[in-house]
């Protein structure tokens, strides 16, 4: 399988936006500390000299005269991994989208298609550099462990043989082992057990007893490079959508513009739903599920977006923030008629082809009625 990492992905963007943030250190402000601005993401520039996360920004800018302190995009930023995840599709329908600008696909299949994997991987890369102007790093292995790991390397693309996982493994940090609980890792470095090499001949029982008896298997597996993981789809079942929206600063309910969201999405494919839920997270974990019924989805778009917006609100009492929200959508044919119409969705109907013509006509612009408002900047 192979592992695609596009490092700093957030600064990659920025700088593709304005060259002159190139070769300069940088960092993105804290949207949660107001009163004491603090940096959020610090890229290498700037931790090389001593910049950190969490550090007062003031304090930041005195130690490096230099630092040019962003403003945080992070709806940018989870587009950009969508983009990411859009773009292996067409090499392989098997991955999974991991932390910020990393992706592992199995490409084991494909060699009928595009030759041998190697050759398919550094295509893959190549394409990220002309489409988006991303500078990616990707690591070929059976293991996955080992492909991220490699990926890691920085080299353009690093292979790891069939057979030399765990010697490849071995001299590598327990503390780089993806998603290691920080509990474990501090119990393994009290025992001397520091680096893949000092686990992997520490037997399955033994392991068992460090460790969660039910993570022991997959974490033996991980450490000596056996793991072959099952990747899922990278794509939606046919006929299903997922729309997910994550708010950062999270927002109270009232200063969240679902309604204009919801109808970018929905005017974004022809058909009509046929089943639609609506989910959001606030600040406390807790979730949130709404469900439409057939009378809503009978209405037109803007008509379902304003109930969607009032569901939304109904559903949220306590003044909580909002932190994400995800609209899955499985699509139908066509929409269905009822035989005597409501007098709005006959209005709101004979407003849909003009309102189409002006989305083909400014395509980066959003055409929305007068009762949705200006969608408020992330």
């Not at 230099?66 to 991994?81: F, I, K, N, S, T």
């Amino acid at each position: 399988m192979l592992a695609m990492w596009v490092p700093e992905l957030p600064f990659q963007l920025a700088c593709g936006r304005d060259g002159a943030l190139r070769d300069r250190p940088l960092a993105f402000l804290n949207p949660e500390s107001p009163r004491t601005p603090t940096l959020w993401f610090v890229n290498r520039l700037g931790r090389a000299e001593g910049l950190a996360s969490g550090m007062p920004m003031d304090q930041a800018l005195r130690a490096t005269p230099g630092l040019r302190v962003l403003d945080p995009a992070p709806q940018v930023w989870w587009e950009a991994q969508g983009s990411l995840g859009d773009l292996l599709q067409h090499w392989t329908p098997q991955g999974q989208l991991l932390r910020l600008g990393e992706a592992l696909v199995e490409l084991q299949g494909t060699q009928r298609l595009f030759g041998p994997l190697a050759d398919t991987a550094e295509r893959i890369r190549q394409e990220l550099a002309e489409r988006h102007g991303w500078d990616s790093h990707g690591g070929l292995s059976l293991s996955a462990t080992a492909a991220q790991l490699a990926a890691h390397a920085e080299h353009h693309l690093e292979r790891v043989a069939d057979g030399a996982e765990a010697p490849f493994l071995a001299p590598q940090p327990l503390r780089r082992l993806p998603d290691l609980a920080p509990r474990l890792q501090d119990r393994f470095h009290r025992l001397g057990l520091r680096s893949f090499g000092d686990l992997q001949p520490v037997p399955l029982a033994v392991l068992a007893e460090l460790a969660n008896p039910k993570l022991a298997p997959d974490l033996r597996a991980r450490v000596r490079g056996e793991d072959r993981p099952r990747l899922p789809l990278l794509t939606e079942r046919p006929g299903h959508a997922r729309n997910n929206w994550r708010l950062q600063p999270p927002r109270l309910p009232e200063e969240v513009a679902l309604a204009a969201r919801c109808l970018d999405w929905l005017w974004s494919d022809p058909r009509h739903p046929r089943k639609l839920v609506l989910r959001w997270w606030d600040v406390d974990g807790e979730a949130h599920t709404w469900r439409a019924s057939p009378e809503d989805l009978t209405a037109p778009p803007l008509a379902l977006a304003r109930r969607i917006q009032q569901a939304f609100l109904t559903g949220t009492p306590r003044r909580l923030l909002v932190r994400e929200v995800e609209l899955r959508l499985a699509w139908g044919l066509g929409r269905e008629r009822g035989l005597f119409q409501d007098p709005l969705h006959e209005r709101l109907d004979r407003l849909e082809p003009a309102l189409a013509r002006l989305r083909r006509r400014f395509p980066d612009r959003a055409v929305l009625p007068g009762w949705v408002g200006r969608e408020a900047p992330c």
